[in-house]
């Protein structure tokens, strides 16, 4: 039977025989959550997801006290993560180094 939507070729896999921490930070973070560069994607991927709603809902919290300092929050996330993407400041911790 054709599929109807040809499937894509799958990413690049690492067979890791490390533990999940080591593991995970060795390949780097976004790498294994986003591209599951290993065996421990779906973990790396609960970890961003929880990541990822801590922060929102930090600034949710702050729009409850102030709305301005969710607003000012917010734009300094926006901040660091523009510099992040131009500079590569925190590099090492989410890619791996080649």
Do not use: C
């Amino acid at each position: 039977m054709a599929d109807r939507i040809p499937r894509r070729q799958a990413p690049e896999f690492r067979d890791s025989d490390e533990g999940m921490i080591s593991s995970v930070l060795d390949d780097g973070f976004l790498r294994v959550a986003l591209d599951d560069a290993n065996q421990y994607g779906p973990h790396a991927m609960i970890l961003l997801l929880g990541i990822v709603s801590t922060i929102t809902g930090l600034v949710l919290s702050l729009a409850m006290i102030d709305p301005t300092l969710s607003a000012v929050a917010t734009i300094l996330l926006i901040i660091l993560i523009a510099l992040e993407v131009r500079l590569k400041i925190i590099r090492g911790i989410f890619y791996s180094v080649d």
